[in-house]
């Protein structure tokens, strides 16, 4: 028991709950923008539950990873076509695939229906919100796609349980926390939630390249190669900087048409 509790596993337990913040960053943007669309006196709820629930899963999802990983690792089918396209899939690249296309499909549906301005109009006139089961239902399975990446890096750190699940609860209360900010921030400034959509856009992106990586997905002879977590970045800092830019610079436009 003593060997348990030593500096080094204290020291990698810091290493991990930072992990954890840093690989949730697009996470968070996920769970900030879809509890904005539960009715705002549900939407700490929701958070809390949602995070709440998703971080007890993370916990088992660690137990069945540690005893079962080559399940995950292993091939359960795949497909070639000549020159064409072809992968080998298990079931960590399939969850991650299935989360990217999901994320895709969320984040279009959303700009197109901005997009719509009458319909969008009259959604916010009378108020019209999406099912708070149905919300916080997203936010778990989302929670847990977007964990993997987090709990296998543990692994690679640690074999000691305690300190991936402690750093697992530790990131998921600052989640929590942080969530209710950002959900505030885009509240209180709708500008930016075309910004957020985009950049939830690019989160599927990055899903999608590192499911087809995890699969060995060749498209006309070219591996996928997954997007970086510091290319990731980037863009987003370039996309809030154009974002900026442009709207002081209609702000000019508009105070010099006046």
């Given at each position: 028991m003593e060997?348990?509790?030593?500096?080094?596993?204290?020291?990698?337990?810091?290493?991990?709950?930072?992990?954890?913040?840093?690989?949730?960053?697009?996470?968070?943007?996920?769970?900030?923008?879809?509890?904005?669309?539960?009715?705002?006196?549900?939407q700490k709820r929701v958070r809390l539950l949602g995070i709440g629930i998703a971080i007890v899963l993370r916990i088992v999802l660690l137990f069945?990873?540690?005893?079962?990983?080559?399940?995950?690792?292993?091939?359960?089918?795949?497909?070639?076509l000549e020159?064409?396209?072809?992968?080998?899939?298990?079931?960590?690249?399939?969850?991650?695939?299935?989360?990217g296309v999901f994320i895709i499909y969320t984040s279009v549906k959303e700009i197109w229906h901005m997009m719509s301005f009458k319909e969008?109009?009259?959604d916010q006139h009378n108020s019209k919100q999406k099912s708070v089961t149905r919300i916080i239902i997203s936010i778990i399975i989302m929670n847990l796609v977007f964990s993997f990446d987090s709990i296998l890096s543990a692994i690679a750190l640690t074999d000691?349980?305690?300190?991936?699940?402690v750093a697992i609860v530790i990131g998921g209360v600052?989640?929590?926390?942080l969530a209710g900010k950002v959900t505030a921030f885009l509240k209180k400034n709708r500008m930016y939630e075309v910004l957020g959509l985009f950049i939830l856009f690019i989160v599927?992106?990055?899903l999608m390249s590192e499911g087809g990586h995890l699969a060995h997905m060749e498209f006309f002879g070219s591996e996928i190669t997954p997007m970086s977590k510091g290319t990731f970045y980037f863009v987003i800092i370039t996309l809030v900087i154009?974002?900026?830019v442009q709207g002081r610079y209609q702000k000019k436009i508009s105070g010099g048409l006046n």
């Open positions: 060997g348990l509790f030593t500096l080094d596993n204290f020291i990698t337990l810091g290493m991990l709950t930072l992990l954890q913040m840093v690989l949730g960053l697009d996470n968070l943007l996920y769970i900030s923008m879809e509890s904005g669309q539960a009715p705002p006196s549900e069945v990873l540690v005893s079962l990983i080559d399940l995950f690792q292993d091939p359960v089918f795949g497909f070639h020159d064409i396209v072809g992968g080998e899939f298990n079931i960590h690249s399939l969850i991650v695939l299935a989360g969008h109009n009259e000691v349980f305690w300190v991936m699940a600052m989640m929590i926390w599927g992106i990055m154009i974002d900026i």
